[in-house]
């Protein structure tokens, strides 16, 4: 999934990366499930995620 969002991203002139960071999050009820979830999107801004919808 995290490549299909990379690509598309590619498509756009947005450069997408992966990150792990600490915390929880709504993702942990869907992951628990089998659940392919992508979480935690936004832009990465001087060191803190500015959370944006989508």
């Known amino acids: 999934m995290f490549q299909l969002i990379q690509q598309t991203g590619e498509q756009i002139g947005v450069q997408v990366t992966e990150v792990a960071t600490g915390g929880s999050s709504d993702a942990s ?3 628990v499930m089998d659940v392919a979830t992508i979480d935690g999107m936004g832009l990465l801004v001087e ?4 959370r ?3």
């Open 29 to 31: 009820f869907t992951s």
């Open 47 to 50: 060191g803190h995620i500015v």
């Open 52 to 54: 944006t919808n989508i």
